[in-house]
Structures are given as C-alpha cells and as structure tokens.
C-alpha cells in the first residue's frame, strides 16, 4: 500500500512585538475576556487568548482551548469570517439575555467568542483604513515637499 503524504499549511511567524485589544462579553456563566494580538502594520489577528472571569473550571478550559484553537488558524492564515460564522449561534443552557434581539446577548461562550472576534474584525478594519488614510496624506505631503 502506497504511504500518502500529507499536505500541511506553514504556520506564520509570532512577531516579536504585537499589539492587543481586549473585549469583554457577558455570558451565562460570567464574564469572558477575549485578547486578540495583532500585527501593527497588517492589523492581522495571529493570536487569540480567551478566558471565562471563573478560573479553573471545566467550560473556562473549553474557552481558553478555543482561544489556542483559533490562534492556529490565523497562524495558518484562515480568514476571520469561516470562525465568526462557525462560532456565532451555538447555543447552551447557560443563554446571557439583556434584552430581546440584542446583539448583548450571547447563547453561549461560544457564540460570544465568536461575537467578539466580529467586533475585533470590524475595529481592525476601521483602524487600517484610518492608518491608510494618513499614509495617503503623508505621501501627499511628501510630494508636496519635493516640488518645492
């Protein structure tokens, strides 16, 4: 029997330096904090660290697994959205409710995980069309300078 090779995606390099954010969403079973680092230059996520505010019980290592889970991915160079849309919608008993159709609630640490990483998504976004917004306008200026 002829062995298979397998293919495997190369993982990206940590930089050495990254920038974070932090979001917070309210869930069934407390509040969970979700560290996304960033390339400065790209606005890439390469690493997710996520957390339930209980320590050391069993659905806090399901969070914190996830979190490592899709460091990987973006590590392999996986798109935001396959996540976003693979994590929002999972449901538990444990749903956190502040009001009828909020896009608050979450129906579980999964579904706010994968609500955090939207609302990381779409900061990191604003921020690199602001960051190429100045670039433009500091080119311009430079041309400016040169002319003179």
Known sequence: MAEEKKEFRELKKRRHVSHSM???RKTGCGNLYCDFNYDHDTFIIGRVISRLGKSG?????????????M??????GY????IIDRLKGI????????????PDNSHSCSDAIGKALEEAVEIL???KAKKEEKDKEKEKEEKKEDKK
């Open 91 to 102: 449901r538990c008993g444990t749903d956190y409710v502040v009001e009828k159709d909020s």
């Open 57 to 69: 019980s069993c659905r806090a290592s399901y969070s914190e697994a996830i979190g490592e889970l």
């Open 125 to 127: 976004a604003e921020m």
């Open 79 to 82: 798109d935001p959205e396959i």
């Open 22 to 24: 932090t979001i917070k």
């Open 71 to 76: 460091s990987l991915l973006f590590q392999g």
